[in-house]
C-alpha cells in the first residue's frame, strides 16, 4: 500500500479525535497568548530592563520586581497549558508513530521545562552579576539548556511528519519555519548569551515557538481551511 493509500483524511482524523482537537486548540492558544503577555510584561515595574539586552528569566528572578509574580501566575499556568497542548495534539495521532514522539520530546521540553524554571529561578542577574551561583540557578541553566536543544529539532521533525496528514498546509510550513528559526537564534542565544542583544535572540527563539504554537492550533480546529492536495 503507498503512502496515499495509508493516509487517513483528515476528515476522518477530526471525527475520531474532535474532542482532543478541541482541547488542542483551546490549550495551545490560552498558553501561547498567556507567556507572550507574561513575556511582554517582563520589564513591568523595572525601569532599567530592556527586552533587547536582558534574559526573559532575569525578570523571573530571585530579587526581581514582581519575579514571583511573573512566575507563579505567568509561565506556570503557561507551561502547564503547553503540556496539555502537547498530549491533546498527540492524541489525534495525526502525525503517526514518529510525530507522536516529537510531540512527547515538545511537551517536556517546552511544558514541563517552562515549569520547572519557575520552580527553579535564576539568582537575580541570572549569572550576570559577581555574585556565588546557588543550585536553583544551576538547574535553572541546564533545564533552559535541554528546552532549546530539543524543542526546535522536535517543530523541524512535526513539520516534516505534517506534510503526511494531509490537512493543512501552513503546518508543514510553520514546522519547518518555526523550526529553523528557533534553532538558528537558539544557537546565536547560547553562544553569544553575554552580547548585548542577548534577550532579543532569545525572545525570537521564543517568538517562533509561540507562532508554531498557534499555527498548529488553529489548523487543529479548523482543519479545512489552507487543505494540501
Not at 511528519?161 to 538558528?184: D, E, F, K, M, N
Not at 542565544?189 to 548585548?196: E, H, M, P, S
Not at 489548523?219 to 494540501?228: F, K, M, Q, V, Y
Amino acid at each position: 500500500m503507498g503512502i496515499a493509500g495509508r493516509r487517513k483524511s483528515w476528515d476522518e482524523l477530526r471525527m475520531a479525535s474532535s474532542p482532543a482537537c478541541r482541547v488542542a486548540f483551546w490549550s495551545g492558544l490560552t498558553g501561547a497568548v498567556w507567556f507572550g503577555l507574561t513575556v511582554a510584561l517582563a520589564g513591568w515595574g523595572w525601569p532599567d530592563y530592556s527586552h533587547v539586552a536582558n534574559y526573559i528569566s532575569e525578570s523571573q528572578a530571585r530579587g526581581a520586581p514582581h519575579g514571583p509574580v511573573l512566575r507563579w501566575w505567568g509561565s506556570l499556568p503557561a507551561g502547564a497549558l503547553f503540556v496539555v497542548f502537547a498530549l491533546a495534539a498527540r492524541s489525534t495521532r495525526a502525525a503517526g508513530v514518529p510525530g507522536r514522539m516529537a510531540w512527547v520530546v515538545f511537551g517536556a521540553g517546552y511544558g514541563v521545562g517552562t515549569m520547572m524554571t519557575v520552580v527553579f529561578p535564576c539568582d537575580f542577574g541570572c549569572g550576570r552579576l559577581p555574585t556565588e551561583v546557588s543550585v536553583s540557578q544551576w538547574v535553572h541553566h541546564l533545564v533552559g539548556l535541554v528546552t532549546y536543544l530539543t524543542v526546535p529539532p522536535a517543530l523541524l521533525w512535526l513539520g516534516a511528519t505534517a506534510r503526511h496528514w494531509s490537512p493543512v498546509r501552513a503546518v508543514a510550513w510553520a514546522g519547518w519555519w518555526g523550526g529553523a528559526i528557533s534553532l538558528v537564534s537558539a544557537w546565536l542565544f547560547l553562544v553569544f548569551r553575554d552580547a548585548a542583544i542577548a534577550g532579543l535572540l532569545q525572545r525570537i527563539t521564543e517568538g517562533a515557538v509561540l507562532v508554531w504554537v498557534l499555527i498548529v492550533a488553529v489548523a487543529l480546529n479548523h482543519p479545512d481551511r489552507g487543505r494540501s492536495n
